[in-house]
């Protein structure tokens, strides 16, 4: 049984900044791809942000320069930073990654249960 686990969310006031983090637990053969979604009430879930295991990334336009997305596989955890957070950033924040179970097994697409970030004076 795979598991990813964010922590990190919570209220903060613009400008300000929050780390989120993502660990992978279970059976893991590989980790491949990790990113970061979010979604607001009423609108379909966005990349926000993604990174390979040859740590190229891509972000949404509307976050770059401001949110730094890493990864630690040592420790299966992909990290988001966010800088300079602005009240469109408010949105329950999903962490995603395909993972192979075992050796021979198909890649599957994992989600983590979500954490809300609120940017609000």
């Known amino acids: 049984q795979v598991q990813l686990v964010e922590s990190g969310g919570g209220l903060v006031q613009p400008g300000g900044s929050l780390r989120l983090s993502c660990v992978a637990s279970?059976?893991?053969?590989?980790?491949?791809?990790m990113g970061w979604f979010r979604q607001t009430p009423g609108k379909e879930r966005e990349l926000v942000a993604h990174?390979?295991?040859?740590?190229?990334?891509n972000y949404l336009n509307s976050v770059k320069g401001r949110f730094t997305i890493s990864r630690d596989n040592a420790k299966n955890t992909v990290y988001l930073q966010m800088n300079n957070l602005k009240p469109e950033d408010t949105a329950v924040y999903y962490c995603?990654?395909?993972?192979?179970?075992?050796?021979?097994?198909?890649?599957?697409?994992?989600w983590g249960q979500g954490t809300q970030v609120t940017v609000s004076s």
């Open positions: 279970g059976s893991i053969f590989s980790l491949n791809a």
């Open positions: 990174i390979t295991t040859g740590l190229n990334t």
């Open positions: 995603n990654a395909l993972i192979k179970a075992f050796p021979g097994s198909p890649t599957i697409d994992y």
